[in-house]
């Protein structure tokens, strides 16, 4: 599963099933867990039909009816201050609690 078809295509994986998702989204769309069981199944089903190799093939989903996303998701030069401070503050509480479960499972 991945979202940089370029990149992914170009390596010559088996099997890719491709998302038009931001990079980072490649299992489906945060915290929707219908998009993220349909990219699961879409990639199962992949690996059960494909018949040849570097076959891949594309989810249906979309991130968004509007094509610009593809420009303005997560583009700094559209962030406010306090938008990127926020984003800054989620990104380092999950490395946190990354940190802590990486930890606790090596005890």
Known sequence: MGCARDIVEHVGVPRFYFSDFPLGHSAGKPHDKDSQMRTLEGALSLLKTA?????????????????????????????????INTLREEYNKQREASAKLKTTAGE
Do not use: C
């Open 51 to 83: 018949t040849q190799p570097r076959t891949t093939l594309q989810s249906s989903q979309v991130w968004s009816e509007e094509a610009s996303w593809k420009e303005d998701f997560l583009n700094i030069a559209h962030l406010s201050p306090e938008e």
